[in-house]
Every structure is written in structure tokens, then in C-alpha cells.
């Protein structure tokens, strides 16, 4: 049985963020310890509520709030929409807690795209605006070109493609 507490702050948190099932574990646990150490709730409660953790995930996983394959699919068109590089995008994955082995299978198959590389630096360039930040420096075409280049490989952007996509736009 779950407890007042923990399913009104996990029906509260869920409605506002979509989180993988380990993420949400890890906030579940951050948030009773926050109020364990507060003092807004008693350490017999706090034992009690970190025993409730899985009761509370099993319980909103059969309501249906964990499809990871969804909230992949969702979070991968999100981060090209934003032109994030592939290393990048990868890292946002970990970074979210997706399982390891679904997330690196996704990837694969979206990665196998071959205009994926230049839709994502063109996204990137578009939304950073780079092309036109450098030019307000009245910098030579050469310069111009190197500068954008190395921030794109800051970024993560493969050498090649930055090369191509940028040969066509300067």
C-alpha cells in the first residue's frame, strides 16, 4: 500500500515531467530524504516511505506512466528539432536514465539515417544562429569558415559533415 504522501507527490511530479522509471526512483528518493532532513517528516517515516519506492513505481509502471520506446522516440525528434549532435544526444539518453542496452538499440537504428548528420547541423545552425553572429564581426570568409567550423566540432558534429554543410551555406 502506498502512502498519502508519496502518491500525491508522484501523481503531482508525473503529471508535470515524463521521466524514465530509474529517474523518478532517484527523485522519489532525493525528495523523501529533502524532507526527512528538513524535518517535515519523522525517521521512522522516512524508513517507511523508502520501503514504499517500489510499491509506488509498480504501481504508476501498471498505470502505464514508463513507456520508455515512447518517451525515446519523443526525446530523440525533440533533440534533433534542437540540433543536438549525435555524441550529444547519446549523452542526453545516459543522462536521463534510460535502460542502457534499449537506448544504445534505438540509437543504432536512428543513427543508420544517412541525412541525419546533416539535418542535425543544420538544425543546430539554424537555432544557434552562429553563421550570422560571426559575420557581425566583419571577419574574412576563411576565418569565418574556421571559426563556425570549430564550434561545430565543439559540439560534437563530425569533421566531414561540418566541412560539406558549410561549403554550401558560406
Known sequence: MISDYLKKYSTYYLSRYNVTKRKFEDILKKKITKDYLEKKISE???????????????????IGFFNEERMLEISFDNFVKKGYSKKKIKYKFLSAKFDRDKAN??????????????????????????IEKQKKLNISDKQLFDKILSKLSQQGFEYEDSIKILNKII
Open 44 to 62: 521512522s517515516d522516512h524508513h517507511k516511505l523508502i520501503q514504499e519506492i517500489s510499491d509506488a513505481l509498480k504501481y504508476f509502471e501498471e
Open 105 to 130: 538499440l534505438f540509437l543504432k537504428k536512428k543513427f543508420k539515417d544517412e541525412k541525419l548528420n546533416q539535418t542535425l547541423l543544420i538544425n543546430y545552425l539554424n537555432k544557434s544562429n552562429i
